[in-house]
Structures are given as C-alpha cells and as structure tokens.
C-alpha cells in the first residue's frame, strides 16, 4: 500500500510470503486480515480519493476490518443471479437491500467499524451487467448503526475461529465504487488478490501439518526384527514416500505462489504496455493453480500427515485433525476446483488461444539443460502440450473439454510444480536446509513424468465416460 495512506510501499511477494507464516499458526483468525488488505488495495484502485483517504489507513493499521458480500442463497458462483438490490437516491446516494452467505467475519467486535464491499443489482440489465459495487459499512460516520445485520452464524466442519455469517441488508447506505454496472469488473482487482492469498493459507496449513509428522515419525516407535528395540517408522519405506510426497508438493507449491505474486506485480508496475500484458497473461494462467493446487494441498498433506499419526491423528490430542477439517473448504471458496478448471478451458485456452500456457512452456523449456531433471520436466511439458492441442480441438463440443478439465488443471499444476522443482534442485545450497530443498524437488521431479503422462491420457477422454450418469436421473 501507498506510505501516504498508511502503508510500506512493500513488493506484493513479501506480503505473500508473510502471509504463510500467518496462516500456518492460525488459518481462521487469519482470514481476518486478508479481506481488510484486498480491499484496502481495491480503494485505492477504484473508489473515489475522499472515501480511500478516509478508509484506508484505518484498513491498513487495522482499525477497521472488511469483508466481500457477493453470495446470496440462490446465487452462488452464478453471480449473474444475484437479487441483492440497490437504488440511487435523489442526493445521488445508494441504498442496498438483500440477502449475502458465506461472509467470513461479516460480524465482530474486533474492529471499530466493518465495510462490506458488496455487489448488488443497481439497473434492469440482466445478468453480470446490472451489477454494481458498493461499500456498506456497518456503521454510519456519524457511529449510528447502519441497516445491516446478521441473520445467522453457520455451524461448520472446521475454521472455528472465523464466524461465517448470512447477513442482511435493509435499506442500508452505501457508496458506489467504480462505473455504475461494472461492479464485477471493478471488484475483480480485489477477488485476484484474495485468490492469491490462498496460496499461501493452503501452504501455511500443509506445511504445519508436515512438521507435525515428520517429529512424530523420528518420535513414534513401530516394525523391526522382533528381538530389537523397534525402530522409528521414519525408518519405513511407505513413510519416507508419504513424507518426500508431502514436502516436494509444499516447496513447488511454495515456490510457484511466490513466483506468482511477482508476475501479477510487474503486470501492474512494468512500464511498456506489452510487457504488461504478457505478465498479465502469465498472471492469468498461473493464478488458478496457485489457488485450486495450493488448497487441496493442504488437505492432502494433512490427510497424510493422520496417516502418518495412525490411529492417533484421528483424535484430538494430536494438531493434525483440525488442520484436516480447517482446510477442507480452501478448494471450495473463492472459486471451487472445478470452476477454477473451466476457467482454466474456456478462458485460458479457449478464448486466450492458450497464450499465458504457451508462454510459461516457452519460459521452462528455456531452462532445460541436459541433466535428468530437465529431461523429467521436459517429458511433463511434452505431456501438457501434447493434452493442449486436443483440447483446444475440442472447443466446438466444449463438454468434451470440460469433463476432463480438472485433469488438465492438475496437469498444468504438476508441469509448473516441476519448473519450481528444477529450479530448487539447481539453486539448493549445501546446508541442512538446501540439502531438504534438493531432496524434495528430486522425489517430485521423479514422479513427474508418470503422473504428467497419466493426467494427460484423463483430460483428453472427453465426455462419453459420463454417459453413464443417465442411470442416476430420476424420471
């Protein structure tokens, strides 16, 4: 953010790798933090000057908390249903009046004041294009409550310590933000940030949760010769695979959340337009796989980390349960997988002709030497070009291409994994430290072209394997 509103004018790459460290001692109470700093950056992008000097310092210091209201009961990620009304006033203000779901901390004592940046239907176009952005805070200037309330606090599987919130709004004021009717447009600024901020929660929590096994496995006792002291299930070959599996993902996760925020930085700050936009291009490929892979990492590795624990990391005098059921919804919110795939599809490949993915394949095979890690990133580039191609045939049947689409998202995610994972091989020092890096990108750089090869063969079967769903319609 600017210094003269608060901020410390810092890379976009330091909050992210902060962000992790945040995450990993608490994912609930961090989620806090992030919808506050987005739409801190989103005031200064897009609100009028008055209402960004009057809100963002208190964003930034955290006097004042935020959240994002885009969900209603019948609209979830079909935005373009939304019924949340608003209507101009004679004084050319607005008032808001509906329904949002899903509103991580929409209430709270922990801030002197909440503004909810909230999409709602401001004219008669329909769909996306009736849509305006608004922020409607819970008090007035004057501290006099504003027509918003909560309706209910949801009972959920995990994240206990972020209240989840249906909140009503009932004629309450609220300020335009950006072009009346291009309120989608003008809060995507603020929905990229927080969709890069799950890279890191994702990351944060499986990176706990592997600490948390490999102690237990050098602590927990198991297997050996029975006439011996029994050795450390360390020592176990099926664990060894569990935990190499577990750190390779986390440091190519890591590492490509990093590399991203980068990119979408110099897509903002790069001064020759075409530069921007070919970072802006590879910001666009790179950001739903930061998202989608970085969430189901975190429960996939603290799924391992209880299989490590055995019977114990199923109870709760062990840590790893909780980062379980906590990071369950991080592949749902914020776009669930399969919408992070279609857009992968339809938007990346289809519409952009696959211009983010064809850069970032130029960029890694500019890395390839002759060495075999180069040759096992190469083999998955070949894979991921070679599903490309017959996908990109099949946009005039796009069900073809959609069914297999979460497949080609893993398999974009396993190919830029492996450009990471060449990276850290070469780059890794000869410290404890380096040493665990190499070790990490070499067991993934392993397996990269066997899972590359079978993630291409899946996201090019096209539809007919789901013929057989017709058996489970009712008549």
């Known amino acids: 953010m600017p210094e003269a509103l608060g901020g410390m004018a810092l890379p976009l790459v330091l909050q ?30 897009s609100a009028p000057h008055a209402l960004a000097e009057a809100w963002v310092p208190r964003l930034v210091s955290g006097e004042w908390g935020a959240t994002i209201c885009i969900s209603e009961p019948d609209a979830g990620s079909d935005v373009g249903r939304i019924r949340t009304g608003a209507q101009e006033q004679a004084d050319g203000s607005w008032r808001v009046t509906g329904e949002k779901c899903w509103i991580s901390f929409g209430d709270h004592d922990l801030t002197a004041r909440i503004g909810h940046c909230l999409l709602a239907r401001s004219n008669e176009a329909g769909g996306v294009r009736g849509l305006s952005l608004f922020l409607v805070p819970d008090r007035l200037d004057d501290g006099a409550r504003n027509g918003v309330f909560v309706r209910r606090i949801e009972e959920k599987l995990g994240l206990h310590g972020s209240p989840t919130c ?20 003008t809060l995507f600024h603020m929905m990229l940030r927080m969709r890069l901020s799950c890279g890191p929660q994702g990351i944060g ?156 394949v130029s960029i890694a095979r500019a890395e390839l ?50 450009w990471i994972a060449l990276r850290l091989a070469r780059s890794a020092g000869e410290d404890a430290v380096g040493q665990r890096l190499r070790a990490a990108a070499q067991f993934f750089l392993a397996e990269l072209p066997a899972r590359a090869r079978a993630l291409g063969e899946l996201a090019c079967l096209g539809r007919a394997r789901l013929e057989g769903f017709a058996a489970y319609l009712e008549d």
Not at 18 to 33: H, K, Q, T, V
Not at 236 to 242: G, K, S, Y
Not at 331 to 350: C, K, N, P, Y
């Open 16 to 45: 992210n790798a902060c962000e992790e460290l945040f995450n990993r001692a608490s994912p609930a109470f961090s989620m806090l933090g992030t919808p506050g700093r987005t739409a801190a950056e989103l005031l200064v992008a």
């Open 166 to 185: 249906v909140m009503g709004f009932e004629n309450a004021h609220g300020t335009l933000i950006g072009p009346e009717g291009r309120g989608l447009q």
């Open 205 to 360: 929590v499986a990176a706990d949760a592997f600490d948390a096994a490999l102690r237990y496995a050098g602590e927990r006792r198991q297997g050996g010769a029975p006439d011996a002291l029994p050795v450390f299930i360390q020592n176990h070959a099926d664990v060894q695979r569990m935990l190499l599996g577990m750190a390779g993902r986390i440091e190519a996760a890591r590492g490509l959340s990093l590399a991203c925020a980068n990119v979408l930085h110099l897509s903002e700050i790069a001064r020759d337009p075409e530069d921007r936009a070919r970072w802006a291009s590879l910001a666009q490929f790179l950001l739903p796989i930061v998202k989608d892979h970085s969430a189901r990492l975190a429960f996939d590795c603290a799924s391992e980390a209880v299989q490590v624990f055995g019977g114990a990391g199923y109870t709760r005098e062990w840590p790893v349960e909780q980062r379980l059921r906590d990071a369950r919804v991080f592949a749902v919110f914020e776009g669930t997988s399969g919408i992070q795939a279609i857009d992968m599809v339809h938007r990346r490949l289809w519409r952009e002709k696959g211009a983010g993915l064809h850069l970032f």
């Open 369 to 418: 030497a002759q060495d075999a890690a180069s040759r096992q990133l190469a083999q998955a580039l070949d894979a991921l070009e070679n599903a490309a191609e017959v996908i990109g045939a099949m946009q005039p049947s796009p069900r073809d291409g959609e069914t297999g689409a979460l497949a080609f998202l893993d398999l974009c995610g396993a190919c830029a994994g492996g």
